[in-house]
């Protein structure tokens, strides 16, 4: 390099501010409330608007991630307004995602065909204001393969500035080994909160007809695998009929808050 | 003179260039119309203008024939018969007799059209050569004196002229022969002189000198954006859809074509709909003008936005920009809204529609389990199940066997048999079984277990929960 062409120093930012400015104070009122009193609790009122969160399904679950993809819709059927879901390719059926509150006039869905498409999809989405300057409620992204550092802190970043929740729902490819409990999601990335839902057999048993036993509401186990600023957590929820709400499962009850143990609950178990 | 004969008088032996006096003799009671050249001529353009709906590009090819630019087009009708196809059958319908062809260059395309075998020909890309070959000297748009001459030496078809050394014909005939053919064969360049409709909104914007990087091609898109959107508000109108004319130095057209959601005119989202596109416009050595042209707009009011009144904003956005800008990436068909429709099968009752379609309301009925990913079409699996009734036991899919601990069902679902007649009989009776490790999939045996007549007693999965 010649004298001429010398490059200025860059001052090197403060590391306080950089600090300051990765951790934005949660802000009670823009917080998207799961509707479960220990859980939201736990996260200090709920998932942050604004911000990106990470969704995966755990186990058998990961390639469809449908328990994953109720979740999601349950929550942003608790918000009013437009949601864009994108996706590669259609498998989704709007049914179930009316039945757990997502009404179907709510959703416009996009095909965006490869990954790159999913993610500049829900970037413009997250970003994108109409001429009265409103927002969309909420921004769905099926991903299937690595969401990187770059990648997610973009979508964290815009889902940031424009204050609208965006949710990474992880989809492996076609599983080879369906039991591999780590077939998943495990790269690091910029996502505030990240969570594996796998469903659980339900119980107790319900006499659905005289020789069968029939189905309870389903029950997940939640793992709250990475939170920025806070620790990781599982809970065992049911997903308790219209309308559609989460609730910790009865016989398994405050397993993360044993403070909280309701005696009532234990003596159905 | 007979200028034109229809079907019905050429059968009879009429053909154009006849005496009238002869025509008159052949064929008594003979309805005769005075010929109208011009008002053939604004029909034919009338007809261009018409035809702008399948491609930006159309041009009027007088006395009778019509070009059009179907480059980057035929993949929205499904491919290049079908394109034809679908103009044709448009044509037919408005009572036109047509002839089309489509071709790599427009002089192969006007030669197969008006002497090739079928009415609707697609001649494959590189065949240009092969297609018109076999055909008769006069398909390559010479002068008629031209014609005779190169009749009487004996060059019938256009293979001979092809093989023929080109010095002597063109000492003989002058450069006009060499130019016709190297245009049909694609040796040369011939441009379609685009067609621009009378009443059209359009703006145009010459450039000093030719320019070449899509970063100006940004700028002068901008600009034409906002004197199109500035004209359409004093019309009361929104685009639709935008047609922007790439003039090219060499005389070529290139195109581009977006659409809107719902009619509109706010410059930034037209002008970012537009630059989104750039990238598919080869600019060859320069372009030297742009055209701005709305070829479908509808009529936009301003409305006044509830807001300002209720005093609170709405509780949703206005999806509309977004659309388009996901529709003009994506694909149009790629975008949608789910709606719900009456259908007894699960499958049926979802109608993907266009996502600025108007809201019903309308949702699905919430107490029947209903999977969130839905397996289309069901796959087969193999299944242990007690007969008639009963969920099954254990069921093998990809070569996982799943055992089944708890089930609800069945949900029997008969075939629509209005619909369809083949579902007269057809039932398909629904479990949704969970397996230990508590996925719950939707299973369903097609047949009720009794009678043979409503199903083969199969299984399959249709969705997991």
């Known amino acids: 390099m010649t004298d001429g062409l010398a490059i200025p120093a860059v001052p090197a930012p403060d590391p306080r501010l950089r600090i300051a400015r990765a951790r934005p104070l949660p802000d009670p009122a823009a917080m998207l409330e799961l509707g479960v009193r220990e859980i939201d609790a736990r996260l200090g009122g709920g998932l942050a608007h604004g911000a990106l969160h990470e969704v995966a399904g755990a186990g058998p679950e990961a390639e469809h991630g449908t328990a994953a993809t109720l979740f999601v819709a349950g929550l942003l059927g608790r918000v009013p307004g437009p949601v864009l879901w994108v996706m590669e390719h259609r498998d989704l059926f709007p049914p179930a995602l009316a039945a757990v509150g997502l009404h179907p006039d709510r959703v416009v869905y996009a095909e965006a065909g490869r990954l790159a498409g999913v993610l500049q999809a829900m970037e413009d989405a997250l970003r994108y204001r109409d001429a009265a300057g409103g927002r969309l409620a909420g921004v769905v992204g099926e991903v299937r393969g690595r969401l990187g550092l770059t990648a997610s802190r973009r979508l964290q970043l815009a889902a940031e500035s424009a204050g609208v929740i965006a949710f990474a729902l992880r989809r492996t490819r076609r599983a080879r080994n369906v039991r591999d409990p780590a077939a998943g999601a495990v790269e690091p990335n910029a996502a505030v909160t990240r969570w594996r839902v796998a469903c659980l057999p339900c119980a107790p048993p319900l006499p659905g007809r005289p020789d069968w036993p029939g189905l309870g509401p389903p029950r997940w186990r939640l793992d709250l695998v990475r939170r920025r600023g806070g620790e990781p957590a599982s809970w065992i929820v049911e997903v308790a009929d219209a309308p559609h709400r989460l609730r910790l499962a009865a016989d398994l009850a405050d397993r993360s808050h044993p403070a909280e143990r309701r005696p009532a609950s234990r003596a159905v178990a | ?87 044709g059958g448009w044509l037919r319908a408005a009572g036109f007799a047509a002839r089309l062809a489509m071709a790599d260059t427009p002089g192969a395309a006007h030669a197969v059209a008006r ?272 007969l008639p009734d009963h969920p099954p036991r254990a069921f093998t899919w990809r070569q996982h066997r799943h055992r089944i601990r708890r089930a609800d069902g069945p949900e029997r679902i008969a075939g629509e048999w209005w619909k369809r007649a083949a579902e007269t009989w057809a039932v398909r009776d629904y479990f949704q079984v969970e397996d230990e490790a508590g996925s719950r999939f939707w299973l369903f045996r097609r047949g009720d277990g009794v009678d043979p007549a409503t199903g083969d007693q199969s299984w399959y999965i249709h969705g997991l929960f």
Do not use: N
């Not at chain 2, 029909?43 to 018409?50: D, E, F, P, T």
């Not at chain 2, 004996?154 to 023929?164: C, K, N, P, S």
């Open chain 2, 115 to 386: 002497f090739g075998e079928a009415a609707e020909t697609v001649v494959p890309e590189g065949g240009t050569r092969m297609a018109i070959a076999k055909l008769p000297v006069g398909c390559l748009r010479l002068p008629p004196e031209v014609g005779e001459k190169l009749h009487r030496l004996g060059f019938d078809r256009v293979a001979q002229l092809i093989e023929a050394p080109r010095a002597p014909l063109a000492r003989r005939f002058g450069a006009v022969l060499g130019r016709l053919l190297d245009q049909a064969l694609g040796h040369a360049f011939e441009p379609i002189m685009p067609m621009l409709p009378i009443g059209v909104l359009s703006r145009r914007e010459a450039f000093v000198e030719p320019l070449l990087t899509g970063d100006a091609f940004a700028v002068a898109i901008d600009r034409l954006s906002v004197a199109v959107c500035a004209a359409m508000e004093q019309a009361g109108q929104g685009a639709r859809r935008l047609d922007l004319l790439f003039e090219r130095v060499d005389g070529a057209t290139p195109a581009i074509r977006i659409g809107t959601a719902r009619p509109s005119r706010d410059p930034v989202h037209l002008a970012r709909l537009l630059r989104a596109e750039i990238e598919r416009v080869d600019p060859g050595l320069g372009i030297e003008a742009m055209r701005l042209v709305v070829p479908l707009a509808e009529t936009l009011s301003y409305a006044q936005s509830p807001a300002v009144l209720a005093g609170a904003a709405p509780p949703g956005a206005d999806v509309a920009a977004l659309v388009d800008r996901l529709r003009s990436r994506l694909g149009a068909a790629r975008v949608y809204r789910a709606a719900a429709i009456e259908s007894d099968v699960p499958e049926r009752g979802v109608a993907y529609g266009p996502p600025m379609a108007p809201l019903t309301g309308r949702t699905w009925a919430p107490d029947l389990p209903r999977p969130a990913r839905l397996l289309d079409p069901p796959q087969p699996v193999e299944a242990l199940a007690l």
């Open chain 2, 1 to 87: 003179m007979v200028a034109a004969a229809d079907h019905a008088a050429s059968r009879a032996g009429l053909r154009a260039g006849m005496k009238l006096a002869r025509a008159q003799a052949m064929l008594r009671g003979l309805e005769v119309r005075e010929a109208d050249p011009e008002a053939d001529a604004a029909a034919l353009a009338r007809l261009a203008g018409w035809c702008l709906c399948f491609s930006p590009l159309t041009s009027p090819d007088a006395p009778d024939g019509l070009w059009i630019d179907a480059t980057g087009c035929t993949h929205l009708h499904g491919g290049e018969p079908a394109f034809l196809g679908v103009i």
